[in-house]
Nanobody, 119 residues
Framework: VQLVESGGGSVQAGGSLRLSCAAT????????MGWYRQAPGKQRELVAT???????TYRDSVKGRFTISRDNAKNTVHLQMNRLKPEDTAVYYC??????????????WGQGTQVTVSS
C-alpha cells in the first residue's frame, strides 16, 4: 500500500490550497482517512479525519477554514484549506487505516507535502 500526496505549496496569508492523497495497492477497505501536520520543532498533530461513512473530525484551529472530503470508490482523500494563516505552515501527511486482501487493518502514512503560508 502506498499513499501518494499532492497539492502542497506556498501561498500568502488568506490564500487557499487543496491537498490530495491517493491510496494504491491491493486494498480491500479504506477505513478512516485523514491529514496530520508537523511544524519545525513541534510534534505531529491531527488536522482532520473522515470515516468511511463520511463523519469528519477537525482540530479546533482549522474548523471553519478547512474541509476534508473523500471518494471511497477511488480511495482518495482531500483537504481544502481556505483562509490560510502563517501558523498553518507545516509538512502535511496523509494518514489512512487500510485493510488489504493479505492483512488486517494497518496505519499507513504518506511521504508528506510542504505547506508554507507567508504573512
Amino acid at each position: 500500500v502506498q499513499l501518494v500526496e499532492s497539492g502542497g505549496g506556498s501561498v500568502q496569508a488568506g490564500g487557499s490550497l487543496r491537498l490530495s492523497c491517493a491510496a494504491t495497492g491491493t486494498i480491500s477497505a479504506c477505513n478512516d482517512m485523514g491529514w496530520y501536520r508537523q511544524a519545525p520543532g513541534k510534534q505531529r498533530e491531527l488536522v482532520a479525519t473522515m470515516s468511511y461513512e463520511g463523519r469528519a473530525t477537525y482540530r479546533d484551529s482549522v474548523k471553519g477554514r478547512f474541509t476534508i472530503s473523500r471518494d471511497n470508490a477511488k480511495n482518495t482523500v482531500h483537504l481544502q484549506m481556505n483562509r490560510l494563516k502563517p501558523e498553518d505552515t507545516a509538512v502535511y501527511y496523509c494518514n489512512a487505516d487500510i485493510t488489504t486482501f493479505d492483512s488486517d487493518a494497518n496505519i499507513y502514512w504518506g511521504q508528506g507535502t510542504q505547506v508554507t503560508v507567508s504573512s
